[in-house]
């Protein structure tokens, strides 16, 4: 590791410590920027990529700062309503289950491999969690890596509702359901492209495993109507046009939901809920049958203006839901110095904590398969690592 990562590294620590303040954090960054200790090893392209983002960058926010009253009164005008939402503190205590799953490749060339895993538990636990695993191995030659990473997350993704339903069957239901991540079915999953690349053979089973997914999720809900459990989803990362294009507007506003929520929406602030299958299909998706139409709204959960709003999406049994949906989700929602926790409801983030294969996970596990191959005898290089690998620590 480069001096100038540890040194960076080392102030972060502070600052999520509480040892450092974001002041001085600030400063000491400028300190080290201006005696030349936090650089690349090349020093010019530093210079001369910083001196374009602090060019280019304010310059683009300062666009969308004149726009922003205009896109608030075009959404106005489109019929767009935002909600203030209540805080229940008491909510905090109620009982709750919670899935994530997680995804990692594998770094062989000998073929395509990658780990997955999710995770369903319930708050508070009185119950064991429910585990699903899950490793993928596909021929190289069978399809690109792009299309591999699609086929290993919808996998991963599959295992969210086959945990909830294993929870909810083995050890009961709960009040609420809270899983990661969308209940409804994007284009993309209703109509896999064939990628470059892809066999007939392996976009069939890409196929297959995006319907899966969808019918999987379906099974969820069925199964948490029968219950009388109430099923939400959370989406932190939305790329999504679904609101705009209800409201007819993709044309006139030039970016995604979730960033023009982030300009209008205050803390506490949710938009009216929409029908989300409704507005996929809106934008050219094919009709896909589901066991029923996913609702949803945007939701700002997180005091920090850098923490977008999230998506909340839920089952159409629980139309008339929304207000203790969206209370349930604020006042449940927990506040982070670390990005992927900040404004999520707390039994989520311990779902999202639990499930997710980190970076030094899978490398302990490559490890330990790389020990055990060498103790047999066999030629490592046989693995085909794609970016070579150390044993020392």
């Not at 299309?147 to 069957?169: D, G, H, N, R, W």
């Not at 009040?175 to 999953?189: C, N, R, Y």
């Not at 506490?268 to 029908?275: D, H, L, M, N």
């Not at 926790?341 to 490890?367: F, N, S, T, W």
Request: hydrophobic share 40%.
């Amino acid at each position: 590791m480069y001096v100038h990562e540890r040194l960076t590294k080392y102030l972060e620590e502070g600052v999520k410590s509480g040892r450092l303040s974001e002041e001085e954090y600030r400063s000491l960054l400028e300190a080290l920027e201006r005696a030349g200790k936090i650089t690349t090893v090349h020093p010019e392209l530093y210079k001369g990529l910083l001196d374009d983002a602090l060019r280019v960058l304010p310059a683009m926010a300062k666009k969308v700062k004149s726009q922003k009253d205009d896109i608030k009164k075009t959404l106005d005008g489109a019929g767009l309503e935002t909600v203030q939402v209540d805080i229940d503190e008491s909510l905090m205590d109620v009982e709750a289950l919670a899935s994530d799953a997680s995804s990692c490749p594998v770094p062989v060339a000998m073929a395509y491999v990658a780990l997955a895993g999710a995770i369903a538990l319930r708050e508070p636990r009185r119950t064991p969690p429910k585990i699903a695993r899950e490793l993928i191995i596909e021929d190289s030659a069978s399809m690109g890596g792009r299309s591999f990473k699609f086929y290993y997350q919808v996998i991963a993704e599959s295992l969210i509702p086959i945990t909830c339903m294993s929870q909810i069957e083995e050890y009961g239901g709960a009040q609420v359901l809270v899983v990661d991540g969308p209940l409804s079915a994007s284009e993309l999953l209703r109509r896999v492209p064939r990628g470059r690349g892809v066999t007939r053979d392996a976009h069939r089973r890409i196929q297959k495993a995006a319907r899966n997914l969808i019918m999987l999720r379906d099974d969820l809900v069925r199964l948490c109507k029968k219950e009388d459990i109430v099923l939400l989803s959370v989406v932190k990362r939305c790329t999504s046009r679904h609101f705009l294009a209800w409201y007819d507007l993709k044309g006139e506003i030039p970016y995604v939901d979730q960033y023009v929520f982030q300009q209008i929406l205050r803390y506490g602030e949710r938009t009216e809920s929409i029908s989300i299958t409704d507005a996929i299909e809106k934008q050219g998706a094919p009709p896909y049958p589901r066991y029923s139409k996913i609702y949803g709204f945007y939701i700002k959960t997180s005091r920090n203006p850098l923490t977008p709003p999230v998506r909340v999406e839920y089952p159409e049994y629980l139309r008339n839901e929304e207000n203790w949906i969206a209370s349930y989700v604020l006042s449940t929602a927990l506040t982070s110095v670390e990005a992927e926790y900040d404004g999520l409801p707390k039994v989520q983030c311990m779902a999202h904590r639990d499930a997710r294969i980190a970076k030094r996970v899978m490398r302990e596990i490559y490890r330990r398969v790389v020990i055990k191959i060498l103790d047999e005898g066999i030629d490592v290089s046989l693995l085909g690592s794609k970016w070579g690998f150390s044993l020392a620590e």
